[in-house]
Nanobody, 124 residues
Framework: QLQLVESGGGLVQPGGSLRLSCAAS????????IAWFRQAPGKEREGVSC????????NSRDSVKGRFTISRDNAKNTVYLQMNSLKPEDTAVYYC?????????????????WGQGTQVTVSS
């Protein structure tokens, strides 16, 4: 059974950078599309970035385009989210999720397996 563990969150000043990692165990990550979601206090969970199982297709929500980059290293069974030029509104718990369908999507209902989340706080 696929298990996902996020890491790399923390406190960063506005304009700073963080790299989140989503490490998989129990199965090869190469079979799965992966997406990053986030949920801020009092708000609904939203899709941030996704990548197809092959890595050939990616997508991101408009508010992070040009700042966030999703990538994957199937040999390391890990997906990354590089976040640059962070803003206070990026503050949230970030989750990675996996879908056996293999296609990139930002809809949470598309995903079957979820990690426990990592906190990202952007504040001066």
């Amino acid at each position: 059974q696929l298990q996902l563990v996020e890491s790399g969150g923390g406190l960063v000043q506005p304009g700073g950078s963080l790299r989140l990692s989503c490490a998989a165990s129990g199965s090869s990550l190469g079979y799965y599309a992966i997406a990053w979601f986030r949920q801020a206090p009092g708000k609904e969970r939203e899709g941030v970035s996704c990548i197809s199982s092959s890595g050939g297709s990616t997508n991101s929500r408009d508010s992070v385009k040009g700042r966030f980059t999703i990538s994957r290293d199937n040999a390391k069974n890990t997906v990354y989210l590089q976040m640059n030029s962070l803003k206070p509104e990026d503050t949230a718990v970030y989750y990675c999720a996996a879908s056996g369908r293999g296609l990139c999507s930002l809809w949470s209902s598309f995903f079957d397996s979820w990690g426990q989340g990592t906190q990202v706080t952007v504040s001066s």
